[in-house]
């Protein structure tokens, strides 16, 4: 293949004429980078309770995760509604808004009690050790719950904000989403573990809690409300799908667990880490499911020129993110009197990994979006649910094959 001389010209130029995505999504990105720190300086405090509830640690990866792609995908489909016309401030059941909001609540219960599920069954058939079923459950729809409530509120003053100033709701929607979803999910989450004390009544509350998701499904389904339906309908097989590759994320993380408590500069990389692969895979997917609900792109088997120039504006945002997550984890460490490998390789270990991850990360989005939109399905509800998930299982493959090129843990 014979190197295109204008090809570089081509690409600054796209990046020129991009410049305020460009803007908006390094800032988007910094933000999510350095409050996403936050999450990671819980879990590295989290060390004693991760001995203490063995399983916990299953649970983590689907926790963050499932408010990544429940709500990325609802900032993604209001940020569609506003090129289209249809986002509006009306909370009604009937109304565009009222309807996804909705769906968000109802699928919220829905894979909060899947990934309490998922993670005992996965404990159960690897052997590892883990806390009973009802408490996973607990914690796991408990905290989802507690977490989303904030979420859902931030989400919609986002897309009325968006709307108002004409930002780009695909480049600030998925990372603002994911960084609330992981400050607020690990303290939501060690909130919920309060509840689990008691054998009893956790076994009590833990089956409450699973038929008020079984009734969330049936609700869902049955909804009068045709936007609501479709969500529903689109987005349970997508986040059956997100739940069980997250808790496979948590697994890896589980049967490594000694290493990373030992190394608690390790734990503070974790959440911004996988943060910046949700969030890096959302703006990617989100851009490309807007071009083609608006005819920009084709779902073509390979992606043409314009969703090439897409990845490339993706590849300059990896390697800010993830050069700037192991400097910030580093700095952390530090301040905290967590023991951390050095500058050098916090660095060199997140730019490695996050540079791997962008390679499954472009094909994941890509592919994603355009069979979603040949197949007649929303690439909003199924392309950030599946690139999201996807990209927390290989992204934590990714971190764990960088950790032990560089020889740390």
């Known amino acids: 293949m014979r190197f295109n001389p204008g090809l570089p010209r081509e690409?600054?130029?796209?990046?020129?004429?991009?410049?305020?995505?460009?803007?908006?999504?390094?800032?988007?990105?910094?933000?999510s980078s350095g409050v996403g720190m936050a999450a990671g300086t819980v879990l590295g405090f989290m060390d004693e309770l991760l001995h203490a509830l063995p399983g916990l640690f299953l649970l983590i990866p689907a926790a963050?995760?499932?408010?990544?792609?429940?709500?990325?995908?609802?900032?993604?489909?209001?940020?569609?509604?506003?090129?289209?016309?249809?986002?509006?401030?009306?909370?009604?059941?009937?109304?565009?808004?009222?309807?996804?909001?909705?769906?968000?609540?109802?699928?919220?219960?829905?894979?909060?009690?899947?990934?309490?599920?998922?993670?005992?069954?996965?404990?159960?058939?690897?052997?590892?050790?883990?806390?009973?079923?009802?408490?996973?459950?607990?914690?796991?729809?408990?905290?989802?719950?507690?977490?989303?409530a904030f979420?859902?509120?931030m989400v919609i003053a986002l897309a009325t904000t968006?709307?108002?100033?004409?930002?780009?709701?695909?480049?600030?929607?998925?990372?603002?989403?994911?960084?609330?979803g992981d400050i607020v999910t690990l303290p939501a989450l060690v909130v919920a573990t309060f509840l689990v004390a008691d054998e009893t009544f956790s076994a009590v509350l833990g089956a409450v809690l699973l038929a008020f998701a079984v009734g969330a499904v049936w609700t869902g389904l049955r909804s009068p409300g045709q936007i609501t339906r479709r969500i529903?309908?689109?987005?349970?097989?997508?986040?059956?799908?997100?739940?069980?590759?997250?808790?496979?994320?948590?697994?890896?993380?589980?049967?490594?667990?000694?290493?990373?408590?030992?190394?608690?500069?390790?734990l503070v990389l974790i959440p911004p880490f996988i943060a910046n692969c949700g969030s890096l895979g959302g703006i990617l997917s989100a851009r490309l499911g807007s071009e083609l609900h608006l005819g920009l792109?084709?779902?073509?088997?390979?992606?043409?020129?314009?969703?090439?120039?897409?990845?490339?504006?993706?590849v300059l945002f990896?390697?800010?993110?993830?050069?700037?997550?192991?400097?910030?984890?580093?700095?952390?460490?530090i301040v905290f009197g967590f023991d951390s490998p050095g500058l050098a390789t916090m660095v060199g270990v997140a730019l490695t990994g996050?540079?791997?991850?962008?390679?499954?990360?472009?094909?994941?989005?890509?592919?994603?979006?355009?069979?979603?939109?040949?197949?007649?399905?929303?690439?909003?509800?199924?392309?950030?649910?599946?690139?999201?998930?996807?990209m927390d299982f290989l992204g934590v493959l990714c971190l764990v094959a960088a950790i032990a090129l560089f020889g740390v843990g």
């Not at 709307?163 to 960084?179: C, E, K, N």
Request: aromatic share 10%; glycine share 10%; no cysteine.
């Open 232 to 266: 529903m309908l689109e987005s349970l097989p997508v986040l059956t799908y997100a739940a069980i590759v997250d808790i496979l994320a948590g697994g890896v993380l589980e049967a490594r667990v000694e290493a990373f408590v030992t190394n608690q500069a390790l």
């Open 162 to 180: 968006a709307q108002r100033r004409g930002w780009d709701m695909d480049a600030i929607g998925a990372p603002l989403v994911t960084t609330t």
């Open 11 to 31: 690409v600054f130029g796209y990046w020129t004429q991009e410049r305020r995505t460009l803007r908006q999504g390094f800032t988007a990105l910094a933000i």
């Open 297 to 314: 792109i084709s779902p073509r088997r390979w992606p043409e020129k314009i969703a090439a120039f897409e990845g490339s504006i993706t």
């Open 64 to 148: 963050i995760g499932m408010r990544g792609a429940i709500f990325g995908a609802l900032a993604a489909r209001l940020g569609t509604g506003i090129l289209t016309g249809q986002f509006t401030t009306q909370w009604d059941r009937r109304s565009f808004t009222g309807q996804n909001v909705e769906a968000a609540a109802l699928l919220t219960l829905f894979s909060s009690a899947l990934a309490a599920l998922a993670a005992r069954a996965l404990a159960a058939a690897f052997g590892l050790p883990s806390i009973a079923v009802w408490r996973l459950m607990v914690i796991s729809m408990v905290g989802g719950v507690l977490a989303s």
């Open 151 to 153: 979420i859902v509120v």
């Open 354 to 390: 996050g540079l791997l991850a962008f390679v499954f990360l472009f094909a994941v989005a890509y592919y994603a979006a355009t069979a979603t939109f040949r197949f007649g399905l929303d690439p909003d509800n199924h392309g950030i649910p599946i690139v999201t998930a996807t």
């Open 318 to 333: 990896s390697v800010a993110a993830f050069a700037g997550v192991g400097l910030i984890a580093h700095t952390v460490s």
